[in-house]
């Protein structure tokens, strides 16, 4: 009768540890996303399908568990496209309780958020910014940037036009308006200049000039001297679109070369039937991307959105998402430091857009494969998946004067 008693007693407490260890793991407080984003204004073009993006990532996992069994939760804060704002949107996630930061998909605009989740001990991501700078450098060693280089996009279109399009002589316009499109202008200057190619000569505009009446002049005074095969352009929206009309509308219809800044369905309407016109992307929104997962992602991004993304700058996110989750749980916390050891160690690693690098050097790729896309009569298809044959060195990477 006692030995029955005793059984008893001690499955009795057996029966209640388990059910007090599977209270206390449905009770793990959730990991917090702090999204310091532009949700409106100029940024939200470039901001929006990632922020969006991230959202289905955290559907995804949490649809599984989560992460070290807890799951994810969304805070945000509009940083309405604003430097002094983006500042006040980091400190307001972080006070919240954000556990990963994500800032505006530049360097200039989104810095400001990243440099308080610094502060305060947080890793920090920008959604797609592709200036260097968006990482150790500008920020710290806790900053990271979900997508590559500016001047991986520059010797990408530089070494393909070189190669497959026959370009040999190319004039250079820059937009000084950021960094991400002078970063742009510098991969290209490496790279074509590396294969043999002359860059003819170049100029520079505004991305808020009305009007770039001497710069295509100047466009045309080398297509009339016979040593004109392309126009690499390094710009952003809004201004972007109204270059190349102007260019178009003056009888300027050499191809014309960028990066991905230019990427997307959006602004597309803005130049009727734009033809010869090349970019890169690592993904494609244009209905035509080859690989399955990618394909996947975008249908459940439909479903959860009532619409398809609209930019290449949905998907980096993504992929840096996954690293992070990896080097999380190999981890076992959340602690920035120790998740930070094991990112920096982590060496092609697969993910959704291929393989990625971090060290403590670089939070940022420095070789990525791209899509070159060719715009002909206002729609994008995809016309081969490259990848330049060496990483772009460091003096490129920042822009070093010799």
């Known amino acids: 009768m006692l030995r029955w008693l005793r059984a008893g007693i001690l499955g009795l407490g057996l029966l209640t540890y388990v059910t007090t260890s599977h209270a206390i793991a449905e009770e793990q407080p959730p990991i917090k996303f702090g999204f310091s984003v532009a949700m409106t204004g100029f940024w939200l073009a470039y901001d929006g399908d990632g922020t ?4 289905v990532f955290m559907d995804d996992v949490n649809a599984k568990g989560g992460i070290l069994g807890r799951k994810i939760v969304p805070l945000f804060a509009d940083t309405k496209g604003d430097r002094a704002e983006g500042a006040k ?3 307001e996630v972080i ?4 556990d990963l930061v994500f800032v505006t998909c530049d360097y200039d605009f989104g810095a400001p958020a990243a440099l308080q989740a610094q502060k305060a001990g947080k890793i920090s991501v920008f959604l797609c910014a592709e200036d260097p700078k968006a990482g150790i450098v500008g920020v710290g060693p806790y900053s990271f940037s979900a997508s590559a280089a500016a001047q991986v996009q520059g010797a990408t279109i530089a070494e393909w036009a070189y190669k497959e399009k026959n370009v040999r002589n190319a004039f250079v316009l820059l937009d000084d308006f950021i960094e991400y499109n002078k970063s742009t202008c510098a991969g290209f200057d490496w790279m074509f200049s590396k294969l043999g190619g002359t860059i ?8 808020a000039d009305a009007s770039i009446a001497s710069q295509v002049t100047h466009i045309r005074s080398a297509i009339s001297a016979g040593k004109l095969d392309a126009v690499m352009l390094c710009t952003i929206t809004p201004g972007g679109p109204a270059a190349i009309r102007q260019m178009r509308a003056a009888g300027i219809h050499v191809p014309i070369l960028n990066g991905s800044g230019m990427d997307g369905t959006y602004w597309l309407n803005s130049v009727p039937n734009l033809s010869n016109f090349y970019e890169t992307v690592q993904a494609s929104v244009y209905g035509d991307d080859p690989r399955p997962e990618v394909k996947s992602l975008i249908e459940r991004y439909k479903v959860k959105f009532n619409e398809a993304p609209v930019t290449q700058y949905a998907f980096p996110i993504y992929a840096f998402l996954q ?9 076992g916390t959340l602690d920035a430091a120790r ?4 990112m920096n160690s982590l060496s092609d690693e697969p993910t959704i857009l291929g393989p990625r690098s971090f060290s403590a050097k670089l939070h940022e790729q420095d070789r990525a494969n791209y899509f070159i896309v060719e715009i002909n009569d206002g729609k994008g298809k995809v016309l081969k998946d490259w990848r330049i044959d060496e990483a772009v060195p460091s003096d490129v990477l920042y822009r070093l004067k010799k």
């Open 89 to 91: 949107a980091g400190q």
């Open 52 to 55: 969006k993006m991230a959202q």
């Open 339 to 342: 998740v930070v050891a094991v």
């Open 200 to 207: 003819v000569d170049r100029d520079t505009f505004k991305n």
């Open 95 to 98: 006070g919240e309780g954000a």
């Open 323 to 331: 690293l992070w989750q990896k080097a999380v749980e190999k981890a």
